[in-house]
């Protein structure tokens, strides 16, 4: 499957904020991700099929050249397909190019398939935050990206 990762327009947030409501049990409303619109140091990206549906997005904001990763998600029906590689690489480049320090974000301890997706890339387990997801309650891995001088996609 051919995936293009755009930055999010208002036109993504309907299906964005569906998806949110399948993935996570606190989900972010339409009105919320219209917000990041807006907002100077976030950098939403949406990952579209060949026929321009909306396949996932990754929220990350960019704050004193580190990167918060607030929400990557795609929808179950495209998993496995590249979709989240694709936006993970996205992430990744923006902070190369932008000359971050670190990326970071929390995953459940239980998401096997995201946390082997993030240490593909070069993310470590750097902590965890006790009873961080709920819904039901679980801990959360703090993982970290680390860009250096030398760093580059594989």
Not at 62 to 67: A, H, T
Not at 133 to 151: A, C, K, N, Q, V
């Amino acid at each position: 499957m051919k995936i293009q990762v755009v930055p999010m327009e208002r036109r993504h947030t309907p299906a964005l904020a569906a998806l949110e409501r399948k993935c996570f049990s606190e989900p972010w409303s339409q009105a919320s991700l219209e917000e990041e619109l807006t907002n100077p140091a976030a950098v939403f990206l949406v990952a579209l099929g060949e026929g321009g549906e909306v396949l996932g997005y990754a929220g990350m904001h960019d704050i004193v050249g580190e990167g918060y990763v607030s929400n990557i998600a795609v929808f179950p029906e495209f998993r496995r397909m590249g979709a989240g590689k694709a936006l993970v690489e996205a992430l990744l480049r923006y902070g190369m190019e932008h000359r971050l320090d670190l990326i970071t974000l929390e995953v459940r301890c239980s998401n096997q398939p995201a946390i082997r997706l993030y240490e593909q890339y070069g993310f470590c387990v750097e902590g965890i935050r006790k009873r961080f997801y709920r819904s039901p309650d679980e801990d959360g891995y703090i993982m970290t990206h680390r860009f250096s001088l030398f760093s580059s996609l594989q």
